[in-house]
Nanobody
Framework: QLVQSGGGTVQTGNSVTLSCVASGRTFTNYAMAWFRQAPGKERQIVAAITGDGTRTRYGDHVKGRFTVSRDNAKNTLYLQMNKLEPEDTDVYYC????????????????????WGQGTQVTVSA
């Protein structure tokens, strides 16, 4: 189970942090990611991180502004979102995928089998 927190409404240029707590699994066995999706639109990768936390990758639209991290001792995934823009407004989801190679990144939603409940982030102009 993945339970998200954080998000809300912020002004352009401000920051917000999303959290995702995992339970019922060995957290380090799972690569994680954040996705975003608006109603009627395709799901889009925001950021991915390996199970051991040593590698990350970002969608082009967030490079240099967002940071994904994980605390394996707390079974928690984070997304630090800085310099927010109105175009970042969306529902954000965390996701987990069983990874047999701790150094592997998964940049598409194909294969992710556990999802958080979604968190709305709204950036006002």
């Amino acid at each position: 189970q993945l339970v998200q927190s954080g998000g809300g409404t912020v002004q352009t240029g401000n920051s917000v942090t999303l959290s995702c707590v995992a339970s019922g699994r060995t957290f380090t066995n799972y690569a994680m990611a954040w996705f975003r999706q608006a109603p009627g639109k395709e799901r889009q990768i925001v950021a991915a991180i390996t199970g051991d936390g040593t590698r990350t990758r970002y969608g082009d639209h967030v490079k240099g502004r967002f940071t994904v991290s994980r605390d394996n001792a707390k079974n928690t995934l984070y997304l630090q979102m800085n310099k927010l823009e109105p175009e970042d407004t969306d529902v954000y989801y965390c996701a987990a995928i069983r990874s047999f190679n701790p150094g592997t990144l998964y940049m598409t939603d194909n294969g992710y089998d556990s999802w958080g409940q979604g968190t709305q982030v709204t950036v006002s102009a």
